[in-house]
C-alpha cells in the first residue's frame, strides 16, 4: 500500500467515525427530547410560591422580586417559604448554581428555565455561574441570604 492510498484508508476511517458519532448523537437527542425543558412546560408555577425573576448576563445575576425591587448578585429569601426562579439570560448561556441546596439552573438566551426550591435554614449561602461565559466568568458569584 501506497502513501496515498493509506491516506485514503485514514480519511475513509475518519470519515466512518464521524458519521456514526453524529448518527447515534442523533438518535439519542431525538429519543429524549422529553428531558430537555421547553418553555411551554415551564410556566406551571407551585402554589404558594414567590416568583422571583433571574437574569443572567455577562457578568453579573439580577434578581427582581414580585415588589419589582431588584438586587444584583444578591438573592433575598425566607427559610421555610418556597421560591420559584424563572431563569432567562441576555446575551450567553449561563448556569446559576446553589450548591448548598443543590439547585442548578440554566439561563439561555430566548429559553426560559425555572427551577423551585425550599431553603430550610437560615444563612448565607453562595452562588455562581458553573458555565463558563467568557472573559470574566469568574466575577459571576455571589450571595442567597436566607432570613428566619
Same mark, same amino acid.
Given at each position: 500500500?501506497?502513501?496515498?492510498?493509506?491516506?485514503?484508508?485514514?480519511?475513509?476511517?475518519?470519515?466512518?467515525?464521524?458519521?456514526?458519532?453524529?448518527?447515534?448523537?442523533?438518535?439519542?437527542?431525538?429519543?429524549?427530547?422529553?428531558?430537555?425543558?421547553?418553555?411551554?412546560?415551564?410556566?406551571?408555577?407551585?402554589?404558594?410560591?414567590?416568583?422571583?425573576?433571574?437574569?443572567?448576563?455577562?457578568?453579573?445575576?439580577?434578581?427582581?422580586?414580585?415588589?419589582?425591587?431588584?438586587?444584583?448578585?444578591?438573592?433575598?429569601?425566607? #427559610? =421555610?417559604?418556597?421560591?420559584?426562579?424563572? %431563569?432567562?439570560?441576555?446575551?450567553?448561556? !449561563?448556569? /446559576?448554581?446553589?450548591?448548598?441546596?443543590?439547585?442548578?439552573?440554566?439561563?439561555?438566551?430566548?429559553?426560559?428555565?425555572?427551577?423551585?426550591?425550599?431553603?430550610?435554614? #437560615? =444563612?448565607?449561602?453562595?452562588?455562581?455561574? %458553573?458555565?463558563?461565559?467568557?472573559?470574566? !466568568?469568574? /466575577?459571576?458569584?455571589?450571595?442567597?441570604?436566607?432570613?428566619?
Amino acid at each position: 500500500m501506497n502513501k496515498r492510498q493509506t491516506e485514503y484508508l485514514y480519511a475513509a476511517v475518519v470519515l466512518i467515525v464521524l458519521t456514526a458519532a453524529a448518527i447515534v448523537n442523533l438518535g439519542y437527542v431525538v429519543g429524549h427530547t422529553s428531558n430537555i425543558p421547553q418553555p411551554e412546560n415551564n410556566s406551571a408555577v407551585p402554589a404558594n410560591s414567590s416568583v422571583i425573576q433571574v437574569l443572567g448576563y455577562q457578568w453579573a445575576w439580577q434578581f427582581t422580586y414580585s415588589n419589582n425591587t431588584t438586587t444584583t448578585d444578591v438573592l433575598y429569601v425566607t #427559610a =421555610g417559604h418556597e421560591y420559584t426562579l424563572q %431563569v432567562q439570560s441576555r446575551d450567553v448561556i !449561563h448556569d /446559576l448554581l446553589i450548591p448548598s441546596l443543590g439547585v442548578q439552573v440554566y439561563a439561555v438566551p430566548d429559553h426560559p428555565n425555572q427551577v423551585s426550591f425550599e431553603p430550610e435554614k #437560615a =444563612g448565607k449561602y453562595i452562588f455562581e455561574c %458553573v458555565e463558563y461565559c467568557g472573559e470574566d !466568568h469568574y /466575577l459571576m458569584r455571589g450571595y442567597m441570604v436566607v432570613s428566619p
